[in-house]
């Protein structure tokens, strides 16, 4: 798939989304409505933080980081516009059960600090061709 092509579909889809949680906004009461239509919001807006996050992380690192592959910056994007929308849709679940605290929200940017730091770990180790380990020479 073409940047070109990524970038048009993600567009259409983050727009359809946004389009999805603001008919979700006006047509579901939260007073009456049951579970259902809590997924349906919470959902629809992580979904749309996701698509808006990757486009306008991906639309900076272009610009800012022109020497890096486009499919990395893509990944990147994609990556931490999805801890970021999972902050706040987590903030907003907190919030709706009178949870959110200061201690909770430090305890929830350290723990997606952590899984971040981890798939950045994960991402960027490399493998040793065969034959590097002294084991393996020994054998």
Same mark, same amino acid.
């Given at each position: 798939? @073409?940047?070109?092509?990524?970038?048009?579909i993600? %567009?259409? @889809?983050?727009?359809?989304?946004w389009?999805?949680? @603001? *008919? $979700?906004?006006?047509?579901?009461?939260?007073v009456l @409505?049951?579970?259902?239509?809590?997924?349906?919001? *919470?959902? %629809?807006?992580?979904?749309?933080?996701?698509? &808006?996050g990757?486009?306008f992380g991906f639309?900076?690192?272009?610009?800012?980081?022109?020497? #890096?592959?486009a499919?990395?910056?893509?990944?990147?994007?994609?990556r931490? %516009?999805f801890?970021?929308?999972?902050?706040?849709?987590? %903030?907003?679940?907190?919030?709706? *059960?009178?949870?959110f &605290?200061w201690?909770n929200?430090?305890?929830?940017?350290f723990?997606?600090? $952590?899984?971040?730091?981890?798939?950045?770990s994960?991402?960027?180790?490399?493998?040793?061709?065969?034959?590097?380990? $002294? #084991? #393996?020479?020994? $054998?």
């Amino acid at each position: 798939m @073409t940047l070109k092509k990524y970038l048009l579909i993600m %567009s259409i @889809t983050t727009a359809i989304c946004w389009l999805i949680w @603001t *008919y $979700v906004l006006w047509m579901i009461n939260p007073v009456l @409505t049951n579970w259902i239509g809590f997924v349906l919001f *919470y959902s %629809s807006l992580f979904l749309a933080l996701i698509g &808006t996050g990757a486009i306008f992380g991906f639309a900076v690192r272009f610009i800012a980081l022109k020497k #890096e592959l486009a499919f990395r910056l893509v990944k990147e994007s994609f990556r931490q %516009s999805f801890l970021f929308a999972l902050l706040i849709i987590i %903030s907003l679940i907190l919030l709706s *059960y009178n949870l959110f &605290t200061w201690l909770n929200l430090i305890l929830l940017i350290f723990g997606l600090s $952590v899984l971040e730091f981890f798939m950045l770990s994960f991402t960027t180790s490399k493998k040793r061709p065969v034959g590097t380990d $002294v #084991e #393996e020479k020994l $054998v």
